[in-house]
């Protein structure tokens, strides 16, 4: 495994591993997933020297953590172990999104006893409160940072200007985005922001949601429940019309002898040393392929020719739903 360096010197494996799509029975689901099988996806994922785990209180809520910590148990040392926190709960029921410095720590006191770890590497705020300042927000996650119960801090789905105020206060390692082939709007002006202060970038959703990959064509191979049936992106409308993009990646994973997904996290990280992918996974096979991808070398002719089929703004549909985009870039 390569190892890349996000902001603040926090080094990971070049791949990491977005533990989301481990949930089973949970509040998003993508397919059927087995605890298992998504354990011994984990530990395989050590032994190929992935270092970099991703997770959050959200998923599941709450039992994603639970997963991940009792799947690093023994083998702790040396992973960079990432969450997140963002709503205020009753039960298990999320009842508003609240950037209070007193939330952040409850968050990370609950992360950490259920990820059963003493320090969280990297503590995230899952999505910016519109009526929190950044600069209170984060003003508390460095609280967290003094005390030793956080290592570094991060952002996700922030603007470009919430970035800049935020690292006024506190240097933040990493800001994580939706960012893929077929979702490039960070380009414009957001991971300029990041790179003017020294923030790493965290695409999630690299493979968009797997439909990059190149498997599903239609609806009808999603399962039931499945979250994506509600994405934009995969209705009846706009997936014929973003076939063309699978179709492209295709081409080229054929010259290089790869997998798709392969071809997709090496478009990503050949955007930038500062760019670290986090792939969602269950399974181990999957996970195997998209570690493969830091050894796979794109040419000008095929970053050209995957420009060509999926320029900035040309993927048919928004990446969520209205109630969705309402809670990014802000």
């Given amino acids: 495994m390569k190892y890349r360096t996000l902001g603040q010197?926090?080094?990971?494996?070049?791949?990491g591993i977005g533990c989301m799509p481990m949930i089973r029975e949970g509040n998003i689901n993508y397919g059927v997933a087995d605890d298992d099988v998504s354990t011994r996806t984990i530990h395989e994922a050590i032994d190929l020297g992935i270092t970099f785990f991703d997770t959050a209180e959200m998923y599941g809520p709450f039992r994603n953590e639970e997963l991940l910590g009792a799947a690093i148990k023994g083998r702790?040392?040396?992973?960079?172990?990432a969450t997140k926190f963002a709503m205020r709960w009753d039960g298990n029921e999320a009842i508003g999104v609240d950037g209070s410095p007193e939330n952040a720590r409850r968050a990370c006191e609950g992360s950490l006893k259920r990820l059963g770890i003493d320090t969280i590497d990297l503590f995230y705020q899952h999505?910016?409160?519109?009526?929190?300042?950044?600069e209170e927000t984060i003003g508390g996650m460095a609280e967290l940072v003094k005390e030793g119960k956080v290592r570094f801090l991060g952002l996700s789905e922030a603007a470009a200007g919430t970035?800049?105020?935020?690292?006024?206060?506190?240097?933040?390692?990493?800001?994580?985005s939706e960012y893929s082939i077929w979702?490039?709007?960070?380009?414009?002006?957001?991971?300029?922001?990041?790179?003017?202060?020294?923030?790493?970038?965290?695409?999630y959703s690299p493979l968009g949601r797997g439909f990059l990959a190149g498997g599903i064509r239609?609806?009808?191979?999603?399962?039931?429940g499945d979250w994506r049936r509600n994405d934009p992106r995969y209705s009846p409308e706009n997936m014929p019309r973003n076939l063309a993009i699978i179709d492209a990646i295709a081409e080229v994973a054929a010259r290089h002898g790869v997998s798709n997904a392969?071809?997709?996290?090496?478009?990503?990280?050949?955007?930038g040393e500062d760019i670290v992918p986090i792939p969602g996974v269950k399974r181990s096979e999957?996970?195997?392929?998209?570690?493969?991808?830091?050894?796979?070398?794109l040419t000008a002719d095929d970053l050209a020719a995957i420009a060509a089929a999926a320029p900035a703004g040309g993927t048919a549909g928004p990446r969520y739903g209205e109630a969705g985009m309402a809670r990014v870039k802000l």
Wanted: glycine share 6%; hydrophobic share 50%; net charge negative.
């Fill in 286 to 297: 999957t996970m195997r392929d998209s570690a493969g991808a830091p050894d796979v070398t």
């Fill in 218 to 224: 239609s609806l009808d191979a999603l399962p039931a």
């Fill in 76 to 81: 702790r040392d040396g992973l960079v172990i």
């Fill in 262 to 271: 392969q071809i997709a996290l090496a478009w990503l990280l050949a955007q």
């Fill in 9 to 15: 010197g926090l080094k990971v494996s070049a791949i």
């Fill in 127 to 134: 999505r910016v409160d519109p009526d929190v300042p950044i």
């Fill in 183 to 203: 979702e490039r709007d960070v380009e414009e002006d957001i991971l300029p922001a990041c790179r003017e202060n020294g923030i790493g970038f965290v695409p």
């Fill in 163 to 176: 970035v800049r105020r935020a690292a006024r206060v506190h240097p933040i390692a990493a800001l994580q």
